[in-house]
């Protein structure tokens, strides 16, 4: 079945960097979306980043310029490398992936910055 292994969350202070990784197992990787999501406490789970099967990115506005999301099809993984990290930067974030109808979730990385 399909797995979604999220790492590489944590503790930063602010301005700081993290690189969450997310691998994956059990599809043909190369057809999804592959996607970070986010949800802090209280509030609703957000998309973040995400990347197409052809490499084409979108982010959320507040993460533009800080956030790079990039997928290796050969090491079937999906990275999320987060610069200038901001308190409000925290949340449980979790990988993605859908193609149609088909839609996989991880259970989730803690990334929390301290100010």
């Known amino acids: 079945q399909v797995q979604l292994v999220e790492s590489g969350g944590g503790l930063v202070q602010a301005g700081g960097s993290l690189r969450l990784s997310c691998a994956a197992s059990g599809m043909i990787f190369s057809r999804y979306t592959m996607g970070w999501y986010r949800q802090a406490p209280g509030k609703q789970r957000e998309l973040v980043a995400d990347?197409?099967?052809?490499?084409?990115?979108k982010y959320l506005d507040s993460v533009k310029g800080r956030f790079t999301i990039s997928r290796d099809n050969a090491k079937i993984a999906v990275h999320l490398q987060m610069n200038s990290l901001k308190p409000e930067d925290t949340a449980v974030y979790y990988c993605n992936a859908g193609l149609g109808l088909l839609e996989y979730w991880g259970k989730g990385t803690l990334v929390t910055v301290s100010s």
């Open positions: 990347i197409n099967s052809g490499g084409s990115t």
